[in-house]
């Protein structure tokens, strides 16, 4: 049998990217209203702590106002979150990066889709740290490893999505003059 042709691998990357893409925005959505009225800015200022006494007082905090158990709940939910937006993501340095047409572009979003990997793996360590912590294991190492595999977590995520950012411009600006790029 023969593998599928550049086009009908490209329709099918298109519609997997456009798919996770809306799932992953759902999924937002959907979280948002579901943990609230925990917000996810406080989420990220938890994981983000960096110190014992900083995760202490945000856990203290969260209890007295009734945001605990929706926090120890979003460590649950962050898994799907994490296989979502690693498609989306994935799947986006691909699509936008084909959609140039410029060789160079599509080997880095090869390049980037792989390095999107490196942050879930770091997101699904730091979300380990995050629970123990918020179940009692409050300790300097659990802290500081989430702290920062966060900041690394995030950094990559921004690459990737400023990677995606960039192709998308190259394209447009490449339609805008008129040139032959994927159909």
Sequence with gaps: MEPPSWSARFNRLRQLFW?????????????????????????VQFEVAKTVSKAQSIIQEWKSTGKYDQGVKSTSLAYLFMVLYTLAIGLGCRFISACTGNEILIKGGRGFAWLILVATVCDIIENIAVSRTLTGHISHVNVLL????????????????????????????????GEGTVK
């Design 19 to 43: 798919l996770f893409t809306l799932l992953t925005i759902g999924y937002m959505i959907w979280a948002r209203n579901y943990l609230s009225p925990l917000s996810a800015g406080e989420i």
């Design 146 to 177: 989430a702290y920062n595999l966060a900041r690394i977590k995030f950094s990559i995520v921004i690459v990737c999505l400023l990677f995606i950012l960039a192709c998308a411009l190259y394209w447009v600006i490449g339609k805008m003059a």
